[in-house]
C-alpha cells in the first residue's frame, strides 16, 4: 500500500503554533490546558501522550474550533486562529476519531467518503476521482458499496481515514484511531501513518497511549494535569523511568526485557530496537 502524494508541491508548508495557551470551559473555572506552547513543523509525525484527563483530546479538538477559545495564540500555518478564520483553519485540518462509528453518515462507504468532499462544493468529476483514488490507497475499493455496519473495526477505520484524506488536508490528527482496534487492524492503521508520513505531504498529530505508535512517531510532547511535561524523540523521552511512571506508561517490550536480561548477566545492550535486541540475543548464542 503507498499513499500518493496528490497536492502541489508549491503548497505553502503547513505548522501548527501554540503560544502561551491557556482554557477552560467556562470563565473562572479551572483551566483543562496551561500555558501550552509548542511548535509543530511541518511533515512531522508528533505522538501526544499522556494519562487519562490530561488534556491531549482537549488540546487537538481545540486546533478546529471544536472547544471552546481561550486565551493564548493559536497559528494553523499563516492563519490565526478566530472565529471569522474558523472555515479556513478547517479546511487545512483532518481528525480521526476513536470511534469511526461516529464519523458514518451515509448508507455506503461511498456516501461516507463523499460527504465532506459536497461540503467542499467540489464538482462531481473531482469528487469521483477522489474516491477512486483514495479507496484505492486505503484497499478498500471493494467496499465502496457496502453498508458501514456491515465491516470489520478494522475497515471502518480504514474508511474514516480514507474520508478525511479525500478531502486532502495538511495536517491529520489521529485522536485515539486504534485504541478500539485488534492488534492486526492496529498495526495496519499504524502502517498507514507511516506511509503518509514518508510522503511528506503530512503533519501528523496522533493522541496515543500505544507504544508502537509513540516509537514509529518523530516526536512525543507529553501532558500532565493540563500542563506540558516533556517533549523530545523516542529515544530520549521513552528511557526515563520516572517520567514512564508520571505518563503511567510501561517502558517498550524490547527496552524491559533488554533490561531484564542484562540484569540476569547476559551480554545484551538495552535498546528499543527489537531487531537490536534480537542481533545481540544471536551473536550471544552464536558464540556458545
Known sequence: MRIKEQMNASAPSMVVVLDNVSCAYTPGAEPF??????????????????????????????????L???????????????????GNVRERIGMVFANPDNQFVGMTVAD????????????????????????AQLHITHLLERHPAELSGGQKQKVAIASVLAMEPRIVIFDESTSMLDEQSKL????????MQATGRYTIISVTHDMDEMLASDRIIALQNGT????????????????????????PFALALGRELLDRGLTIRPSMDESKLLEDLWALYSSK
Not at 501550552?36 to 501526544?48: D, F, H
Open 228 to 251: 506540558l511535561v516533556a517533549d523530545g524523540t523516542p529515544e530520549e523521552l521513552l528511557q526515563q523511568d520516572e517520567l514512564l511512571t508520571l505518563l503511567r506508561l510501561k517502558p
Open 112 to 135: 461516507d467518503i463523499v460527504f465532506g468532499l459536497e461540503n467542499q462544493c467540489l464538482d462531481r468529476d473531482t469528487m469521483l476521482a477522489r474516491i477512486t483514488h483514495y479507496a
Open 33 to 66: 490546558l496551561r500555558n501550552i506552547s509548542l511548535q509543530i513543523p511541518a511533515g512531522q509525525w508528533v505522538s501526544l501522550v499522556g494519562p487519562n484527563g490530561s488534556g491531549k483530546s482537549s488540546l487537538v479538538k481545540l486546533l478546529n474550533g471544536l
Open 188 to 195: 495496519e492503521v499504524v502502517d498507514i501513518i507511516r506511509q
Open 68 to 86: 471552546p477559545a481561550c486565551n493564548g495564540k493559536i497559528m494553523i500555518g499563516d492563519i490565526l486562529l478566530t472565529d471569522a478564520s474558523l
